[in-house]
């Protein structure tokens, strides 16, 4: 089990940690946007750590080694891609975290199995309105994808009614025509 003095420990040194920002971020955007880099310079104050200038990454600032890597519940985060790989998990030990690349289907078959035997999904605050969204979302695909079914179907038995017309139409111009040919057939034969 882990230990909850080191989980204590650790919420208290983040809580103090200061959020380490860039030598002079508060002057360029774009340097704020990069993220942290080590000061270089020959004559930087932050370098020097000089009192009033942000404070430097050091390792003081890390988490104790028997808590490192683990969530704020004391879970070992294990990424899940199958339900075989769901199986092997200890509840009291292990989180499980659903892949990114998990389609909705199998994700619905992994929340519901965990959800069985107990094991806590990391990825996922709510299993429960995970599964219900999960659920939702595929129920309205299916319905556009019947809509979009019916709405071809109801175009082809239209373009069938449209071509059967039209052969009758040709149909019934092809019969006139024959009479007509039948008709000077005859007409000729009496002269």
Do not use: C, W
């Not at 946007?33 to 890390?62: E, I, N």
């Not at 109801?154 to 006139?176: G, L, N, P």
């Amino acid at each position: 089990m882990v230990d909850t003095k080191a989980l204590e420990a650790r919420r208290v040194r983040k809580a103090k940690k200061p959020a380490f920002r860039r030598q002079d971020a508060h002057k360029k955007r774009e340097v704020a946007r990069t993220g942290y880099r080590k000061p270089k310079g020959l004559q930087s104050k932050m370098r020097l750590g000089h009192g009033s200038y942000a404070r430097m990454v050091s390792t003081g600032f890390s988490s104790p080694k028997a808590v490192k890597g683990l969530t704020r519940d004391g879970l070992r985060p294990v990424m899940v891609a199958t339900l075989a790989s769901l199986k092997g998990l200890d509840p009291k030990a292990e989180g499980a975290v659903i892949v990114a690349t998990v389609g909705a289907k199998k994700r619905e078959a992994i929340l519901a199995e965990a959800k069985r035997l107990g094991i806590t999904i990391i990825n996922a605050k709510d299993v429960d309105a995970a599964l219900k969204r999960i659920a939702d979302a595929r129920a309205v695909r299916k319905g556009a994808k019947q809509a979009r079914i019916a709405k071809v179907k109801k175009t082809v038995e239209e373009r069938v009614e449209t071509v059967a017309e039209q052969e009758k139409h040709e149909s019934s111009e092809e019969k006139a025509d024959e009479l007509e040919a039948e008709k000077q057939k005859v007409l000729t034969k009496r002269m």
